[in-house]
């Protein structure tokens, strides 16, 4: 398994990946990624100045991605973490993980001292591995995402 850089031929397959992870967890609907435009360009997305996004391979297959954008709204020196999905054979490896570290350790890079996401209850075994990490649940909504779907917000100091 590597982890690299996402590059332009991504776009596709980590598109493909998002939409079936959003439908096996029956959340594939509006005010998600799913219907979210910038899920079919996701390389374009993550060319902004502050932004990144690390996508795990495995025999020339894209398992997932993680990243870091710079979502319009979030407080000064704030981050957000951004479209964490695995195809279901590479949940449960660390890739996860791995691919969640990479970002954090990048937004500290950056120089950010917080890291914002935004997630739902569907998607429990995720929010465990968020809570291991230091993510703290918050009352409401950072920033400005468009995702009005995600219900469950968290944040962690860097």
């Excluded at 120089?111 to 998607?123: A, D, K, N, V």
Aim: proline share 5%; with cysteine.
């Amino acid at each position: 398994m590597n982890i690299r850089p996402i590059q332009k031929p991504d776009n596709l397959p980590l598109a493909k990946v998002i939409r079936e992870v959003l439908t096996e967890h029956g959340v594939n609907k509006p005010g998600t990624v799913f219907t979210d435009p910038t899920t079919d360009a996701l390389y374009e997305l993550f060319q902004k100045k502050n932004a990144c996004y690390f996508v795990a391979i495995e025999n020339e297959i894209i398992l997932g991605g993680a990243g870091i954008y710079p979502t319009k709204g979030l407080p000064e020196g704030c981050v957000e973490l951004v479209k964490i999905y695995l195809q279901s054979a590479a949940r449960h490896r660390g890739i996860g993980k791995q691919l969640m570290l990479l970002s954090i350790n990048k937004a500290k890079e950056l120089g950010f001292s917080s890291i914002y996401l935004e997630t739902m209850p569907e998607l429990s075994s995720a929010i465990g591995l968020y809570e291991s990490l230091g993510f703290k649940r918050l009352e409401n909504a950072l920033g400005d995402s468009g995702h009005f779907a995600c219900d469950l917000w968290m944040l962690k100091e860097i």
